[in-house]
DNA sequence: GCCGTTTTCGGCCCGACTGTTTTCAGTCG
């Protein structure tokens, strides 16, 4: 599948960046390199469908010859280049270059002057004290690096959106609450919402760096420590960095530590093209003077863009787009389109998630448990169905601010394409999710007929969690996505971003291509007790990320215009 | 290897910190 190519290609020109850096090619060139293989990460197309229809050309940072390799790759399955660099090496000696200190240079060095091609080489090397006499290599090098080796094999991951979202309002707290702060935030991936961190960047605006540089330093286990830049390791695995800026500069370096690196790159290319320079401090003309520092916005500015959103700062593409979307805000949301109650495997009874979901100022909640074939999950009956709805009936009658429950039900895609419950059950309920969650391993095919079978019933709203992925622990199932857009589209069937920070599935760059091919974009938490409607902003990340506006949302609607929209009554 | 509102050649983001350096290279983000 698509999906397979993209990756398998994306690894291939990672590694050849690798090899290229090893053997002390320009470094401008294994830029280009790990530039394209960014560019493959994730896109949504097939990398072989776009080399044959002649578009890849199109793609910023593929030129005649990286074209060239995707056509080798295309014919053959292979690259030529990959596979004479990797025939000259030992196989394992990339990895030396993801043990934390080590780059390129010093593991050329190893390999050139002790024949090191492994990590376990490398290991064994340190401990019998066979680095010393190279240049380079003291002892506190050789300490940091079998330190560098022991977190290597920990296999730590990035960590879940959700949980440095939650560390991070932790610390920036305990740093608001010193005297010395004048305002404290966070950047990086977090700020930009992607959907796992690999370290968390916090910037604080002090007059007095070294108290704010003492306390955050007692923190964890201190990595390195300068005068304004502290890194610690939080609980013995992840890493954040600390940065104290003068106010007059916090635009400047909020800009920068915020990233990505290829925006910033590109940013600093139009920068430089008009004859300015762009670093953490500022914004600066060819004399040194300063044009822009102290917010953002009037760097952007100065540089002829309108403030880009960080949720859009990925590529640097989205320097040149003629228009940005409008930024989706939690309060378009007119309530929560995925959650379950005590009547399956939720914790809350229906008046508790009707008493939050008010609180928190949704206009409507939709109840939507397990059916039947989920028995693990105390999937509900025909008969237990009818009672709920019974029940939600009362309680509807009960609420005098116009808020609603929707009866609803999430209902298994049995292995077939059939669904759980019968067409005359579907249409009694105010709202229906269908999702995939038995037989993972079909073939792709098979999975594609079952899925698009699945969202073509009558009376189907919403294709949860559609790709079944769970970060960090499983990929997915295998499909045809652009047949289940088209599909879903045709149907009026909306694709879910569930908001869960396990799943967030759509993921950003696959809901834009939804969008893009026509389906309606549902967020539901997914929520198996009150807390977690806190993941709904979670969602709403996502959805920025992928462009996605309020009149996509399904969301965005009245549930008077979702019963509508559900009769196909009118066409929104 | 890519790219072009100074350019088809000569640029390519740039600064903090570390360790071993005796003035700076390597790593990282």
Request: with cysteine; glycine share 8%; aromatic share 6%.
């Given at each position: 599948?698509?999906?397979?190519?993209?990756?398998?290609?994306?690894?291939?020109?990672?590694?050849?960046?690798d090899f290229l850096e090893l053997q002390g090619e320009?470094?401008?060139?294994?830029?280009?390199?790990?530039?394209?293989?960014?560019?493959?990460?994730?896109?949504?197309?097939?990398?072989?469908?776009?080399?044959?229809?002649?578009?890849?050309?199109?793609?910023?940072?593929?030129?005649?010859?990286?074209?060239?390799?995707?056509?080798?790759?295309?014919?053959?399955?292979?690259?030529?280049?990959?596979?004479?660099?990797?025939?000259?090496f030992p196989?394992?000696i990339l990895?030396l270059m993801?043990?934390?200190?080590l780059g390129a240079k010093k593991a050329a060095l190893l390999h050139r002057e002790l024949g090191i091609g492994?990590?376990?080489?490398?290991?064994?090397?340190?401990?019998?004290?066979?680095?010393?006499?190279l240049?380079g290599?003291?002892?506190?090098?050789?300490?940091?690096?079998?330190?560098?080796?022991?977190?290597?094999?920990?296999?730590?991951?990035?960590?879940?959106?959700?949980?440095?979202?939650?560390?991070?309002?932790?610390?920036?707290?305990?740093?608001?609450?010193?005297?010395?702060?004048?305002?404290?935030?966070?950047?990086?991936?977090?700020?930009?919402?992607?959907?796992?961190?690999?370290?968390?960047?916090?910037?604080?605006?002090?007059?007095?760096?070294?108290?704010?540089?003492?306390?955050?330093?007692?923190?964890?286990?201190?990595?390195?420590?300068?005068?304004?830049?502290?890194?610690?390791?939080?609980?013995?695995?992840?890493?954040?960095?600390?940065?104290?800026?003068?106010?007059?500069?916090?635009?400047?370096?909020?800009?920068?530590?915020?990233?990505?690196?290829?925006?910033?790159?590109?940013?600093?290319?139009?920068?430089?093209?008009?004859?300015?320079?762009?670093?953490?401090?500022?914004?600066?003309?060819?004399?040194?003077?300063?044009?822009?520092?102290?917010?953002?916005?009037?760097?952007?500015?100065?540089?002829?863009?309108?403030?880009?959103?960080?949720?859009?700062?990925?590529?640097?593409?989205?320097?040149?787009?003629?228009?940005?979307?409008?930024?989706?805000?939690?309060?378009?949301?007119?309530?929560?389109?995925?959650?379950?109650?005590?009547?399956?495997?939720?914790?809350?009874?229906?008046?508790?998630?009707?008493?939050?979901?008010?609180?928190?100022?949704?206009?409507?909640?939709?109840?939507?448990?397990?059916?039947?074939?989920?028995?693990?999950?105390?999937?509900?009956?025909?008969?237990?169905?009818?009672?709920?709805?019974?029940?939600?009936?009362?309680?509807?009658?009960?609420?005098?601010?116009?808020?609603?429950?929707?009866?609803?039900?999430?209902?298994?895609?049995?292995?077939?394409?059939?669904?759980?419950?019968?067409?005359?059950?579907?249409?009694?309920?105010?709202?229906?999710?269908?999702?995939?969650?038995?037989?993972?391993?079909?073939?792709?095919?098979?999975?594609?007929?079952?899925?698009?079978?699945?969202?073509?019933?009558?009376?189907?709203?919403?294709?949860?969690?559609?790709?079944?992925?769970?970060?960090?622990?499983?990929?997915?199932?295998?499909?045809?996505?652009?047949?289940?857009?088209?599909?879903?589209?045709?149907?009026?069937?909306?694709?879910?971003?569930?908001?869960?920070?396990?799943?967030?599935?759509?993921?950003?760059?696959?809901?834009?291509?939804?969008?893009?091919?026509?389906?309606?974009?549902?967020?539901?938490?997914?929520?198996?007790?009150?807390?977690?409607?806190?993941?709904?902003?979670?969602?709403?990340?996502?959805?920025?990320?992928?462009?996605?506006?309020?009149?996509?949302?399904?969301?965005?609607?009245?549930?008077?215009?979702?019963?509508?929209?559900?009769?196909?009554?009118?066409?929104?």
């Open positions: 599948m698509a999906f397979e190519d993209n990756q398998q290609l994306t690894r291939i020109f990672e590694e050849i960046a320009n470094i401008f060139k294994v830029k280009a390199y790990q530039k394209a293989a960014r560019g493959l990460e994730g896109l949504e197309r097939s990398v072989c469908e776009l080399y044959s229809s002649g578009q890849l050309a199109s793609m910023p940072g593929f030129g005649k010859a990286l074209v060239e390799k995707v056509g080798q790759f295309v014919d053959t399955g292979q690259v030529e280049l990959h596979q004479q660099l990797k025939a000259s196989s394992e990895q993801d043990v934390p200190g492994s990590v376990d080489d490398l290991e064994k090397a340190l401990k019998e004290g066979l680095v010393t006499d240049k290599f003291g002892k506190k090098t050789v300490d940091k690096l079998l330190e560098g080796i022991g977190l290597l094999r920990q296999g730590e991951q990035r960590w879940l959106l959700g949980r440095v979202s939650q560390l991070a309002e932790d610390l920036l707290s305990r740093l608001r609450a010193l005297p010395e702060v004048e305002r404290a935030e966070a950047a990086g991936s977090l700020r930009r919402g992607k959907e796992t961190v690999g370290d968390l960047d916090l910037l604080v605006i002090s007059s007095r760096p070294e108290v704010v540089m003492e306390f955050f330093a007692s923190l964890g286990e201190v990595i390195g420590r300068g005068p304004t830049k502290c890194s610690i390791r939080w609980e013995g695995k992840f890493q954040i960095d600390l940065r104290c800026v003068p106010g007059e500069s916090f635009g400047a370096a909020m800009q920068y530590f915020t990233g990505s690196m290829d925006h910033n790159v590109a940013l600093r290319g139009r920068a430089k093209r008009l004859s300015c320079e762009l670093n953490e401090y500022g914004l600066f003309d060819a004399l040194g003077n300063n044009l822009a520092s102290r917010s953002e916005e009037e760097i952007y500015e100065r540089l002829g863009l309108p403030w880009i959103p960080p949720e859009l700062r990925e590529t640097g593409a989205e320097l040149e787009w003629e228009r940005l979307p409008e930024r989706l805000q939690l309060e378009q949301l007119n309530g929560n389109l995925h959650t379950h109650s005590l009547w399956s495997d939720g914790t809350d009874t229906l008046e508790q998630l009707a008493e939050e979901a008010q609180r928190r100022g949704y206009r409507y909640l939709a109840i939507t448990d397990h059916s039947r074939s989920m028995v693990v999950a105390n999937g509900l009956s025909i008969e237990r169905l009818m009672a709920q709805g019974q029940q939600i009936e009362r309680l509807n009658a009960s609420f005098s601010n116009g808020f609603r429950l929707l009866w609803g039900s999430e209902v298994d895609i049995l292995g077939d394409g059939s669904l759980d419950f019968p067409e005359e059950v579907l249409a009694r309920l105010d709202f229906v999710v269908v999702a995939v969650h038995s037989q993972f391993s079909m073939t792709p095919e098979a999975m594609t007929e079952r899925i698009c079978r699945g969202i073509s019933h009558p009376y189907v709203d919403v294709l949860a969690h559609p790709t079944g992925r769970k970060i960090n622990r499983r990929t997915g199932y295998q499909a045809d996505w652009e047949r289940v857009y088209a599909v879903a589209s045709e149907h009026g069937v909306a694709l879910e971003i569930n908001c869960s920070p396990r799943r967030l599935d759509l993921n950003d760059k696959a809901a834009r291509r939804a969008r893009d091919c026509g389906c309606m974009i549902s967020l539901g938490t997914d929520a198996h007790s009150l807390a977690e409607f806190d993941y709904l902003p979670l969602g709403v990340l996502q959805a920025r990320r992928a462009g996605i506006e309020v009149g996509s949302l399904l969301n965005g609607l009245s549930w008077e215009q979702l019963r509508k929209r559900r009769a196909r009554l009118v066409d929104v």
